[in-house]
């Protein structure tokens, strides 16, 4: 299902200005109703951030994902997660705040707290974009803080080399579990990243309007970092041709 190569050094996410999600709009009169978390079936412990980077770090795709891309995908998965605490709503494609309840995760507690709690609220597209700069390495940190990265040993000398490798843990076997189960939520984020065999818009009909609504959205901001890249790799071969002009 998945194509695999150790993820490459980190991109820096950069704001670009980007269009609005093409997400369908949620139905019903009650922001709140309407709004609540759209997988029934799914025992959530606030881990949706923690289990896709460590999901994706196991399953090594190839080509390998940009982290640049990785820091929007983490930030819509701590949208679901608060979301599925209730802690915010989506009014259309805006995020409404609720109570911030203490969630037991330092970075969840720090996207909770970082939610703008005055009108006019912030779109799902800007929060990515806002909260999603460095998330990577913030989580990759926690990773490590935690003992679940460990530095690679090099084969001839008693040292450690740059890369790192997930250890055994009930954490690395919770991201599988889910994973291998193909689990909607989890899917459907790795498909907007797009290391899953499904695009992201066949997840439709397997999740509720939120979770597409976010989904669609980290697809959109994905799509628009590599047009960007791609744009700035072009210009930048640009400028080495002339200056290589004789």
């Keep these: 299902m998945l194509r695999g190569r150790p993820p490459q050094p980190m991109v820096v996410v950069r704001h670009i200005p980007s269009v609005r999600p093409t997400a369908a709009a949620a139905q019903g009169d009650d922001p709140a109703r309407r709004c609540a978390y759209d997988v029934s079936d799914l025992e959530s412990d606030m881990t949706t951030p923690r289990d896709l980077l460590i999901a994706t770090l196991d399953a090594a795709p190839h080509p390998p994902v940009e982290q640049g891309d990785l820091s929007l995908a983490?930030?819509?998965?701590e949208l679901l997660d608060l979301l599925d605490a209730e802690a915010l709503t989506l009014d259309g494609d805006s995020i409404?705040?609720?109570l911030q309840p203490a969630l037991g995760d330092p970075q969840l507690d720090a996207a909770a707290t970082a939610l703008k709690r005055q009108a006019?609220?912030?779109?799902v597209e800007d929060w990515l974009w806002r909260r999603g700069r460095g998330l990577y390495a913030a989580y990759f940190a926690g990773l490590e803080k935690d003992g679940?990265?460990?530095?690679?040993?090099?084969?001839?000398?008693?040292i450690r080399t740059a890369r790192t490798e997930l250890v055994d843990s009930p954490d690395r076997r919770r991201a599988a579990e889910r994973w291998e189960s193909d689990e909607p939520v989890l899917a459907a984020l790795a498909a907007a990243l797009g290391i899953h065999d499904e695009p992201a818009e066949d997840f439709a009909d397997r999740v509720g309007d939120t979770v597409v609504t976010?989904?669609?959205?980290?697809?959109?901001?994905?799509?628009?970092?590599?047009?960007?890249?791609?744009?700035r790799?072009?210009?930048?071969?640009?400028f080495d041709n002339v200056w290589r002009a004789p």
């Design 74 to 77: 983490l930030a819509g998965a």
């Design 96 to 98: 409404v705040p609720r």
């Design 120 to 123: 006019p609220y912030e779109s």
């Design 148 to 158: 679940l990265v460990t530095r690679q040993r090099h084969p001839r000398f008693a």
């Design 214 to 231: 976010v989904v669609a959205a980290v697809n959109d901001a994905v799509m628009e970092l590599e047009a960007t890249r791609q744009r």
């Design 233 to 238: 790799n072009i210009e930048e071969a640009a």
